[in-house]
């Protein structure tokens, strides 16, 4: 019983048992009540198949057993291209911290070569008709053309010389930097790959009792969906109604003894809660005989619990007796 229509079904059952006068042992001090457990419902912190569970209910778990596993192929390939991302970027940043490869220089080289050729040819093209551009045999237009190719061909030397000079050259800082950034961010990917994957495996946080499991292998798990649901032994409370003239009488810390049918001994609770608000009340106006079926709902917390199971009938017994009027 866990919400609230099974709240006011027990008070209702335990008031009843009040006005006839069945209590756990016919005593004013006496009271009925049952175990109530606060489960830990443990969902995946992603989508994926359940490819392993090993678990069943009754099962006891420690914190950080695995609890089940999720298909990691799509994450698999995933590391691996971050993998081969981070090694490419480690090439390039060691590409940029030396000069052009020998075989790089000769081909610029050889461009060099080929540009200085169209100089001298070019510089021939000039010598030998811009005279002729002077005497008015050959069209002005003819000689801007002679010019812009000599021009064009100077450039193309310059160039190529320039070519030549950066390739010796080790990369640029502000390259370097560019290249430092992109292995770190490469790593970054990695990192963030491995957490997915740790995160395939589900681990408990908790000790305690697999009491009740949702999804099973070959099951699709979604984010937030619970999977199995654990009982952790301090979970493990009393749940008991007193009427309204009983509840001034004891306040959180106070002893209670506990005991199920079976038990040669009641064992100790401690009260852990007091509602401040009625559990049940009578559909009727207050009076003063309405106000003695109140009930209000208290819990307590078991030292042992290990003997308790959630929703096993208990009998409670205060150790004071009831305030003096």
Not at 60 to 67: E, F
Not at 223 to 246: H, M, S, Y
Not at 291 to 313: C, D, H, I, N, Y
Request: one cysteine or more; charged letters at 25%.
């Amino acid at each position: 019983m866990n919400n609230t229509r099974g709240r006011w079904a027990v008070a209702i059952i335990v008031w009843l048992g009040l006005l006839s006068g069945c209590t756990a042992a016919d005593n004013e001090n006496s009271f009925v009540g049952y175990v109530e457990g606060e489960y830990i419902y443990i969902s995946s912190p992603q989508v994926g198949l359940i490819t392993s569970m090993a678990l069943v209910e009754g099962d006891s778990v420690q914190a950080g057993d695995v609890l089940f596993e999720l298909d990691k192929d799509l994450e698999t390939l995933q590391y691996e291209e971050a993998i081969a991302h981070t090694a490419q970027a480690r090439a390039q940043a060691s590409n940029l911290s030396t000069g052009a490869r020998p075989a790089e220089i000769a081909s610029l080289q050889a461009r060099l070569e080929e540009a200085v050729a169209q100089l001298n040819l070019a510089q021939s093209e000039f010598d030998r008709k811009f005279p002729l551009v002077e005497q008015g045999i050959i069209a002005e237009s003819d000689g801007d053309a002679l010019k812009a190719n000599l021009e064009r061909a100077k450039a193309g030397v310059k160039a190529a010389r320039e070519a030549i000079s950066v390739a010796e050259l080790p990369g640029r800082d502000a390259l370097k930097a560019s290249a430092e950034a992109t292995i770190a961010s490469s790593k970054a990917a990695v990192e963030q790959i491995e957490w997915r994957l740790g995160k395939r495996s589900v681990r408990s946080r908790v000790s305690g009792r697999v009491e009740m499991i949702f999804r099973r292998e070959g099951e699709f798990a979604t984010v937030g969906t619970p999977v199995l649901a654990i009982l952790p032994p301090e979970n493990v409370k009393i749940r008991f109604f007193l009427p309204q003239d009983r509840v001034s009488g004891i306040q959180i810390g106070s002893v209670v003894q506990v005991k199920a049918d079976g038990m040669a001994e009641s064992v100790s609770a401690t009260i852990s809660f007091i509602a401040k608000e009625a559990e049940f009340t009578p559909p009727v106006i207050y009076s003063t005989d309405a106000r003695q079926k109140l009930v209000f709902m208290v819990e307590a917390r078991l030292g042992t619990p290990q003997s308790f199971r959630p929703g096993l009938p208990v009998d409670i017994v205060l150790s004071a007796g009831p305030p003096s009027k």
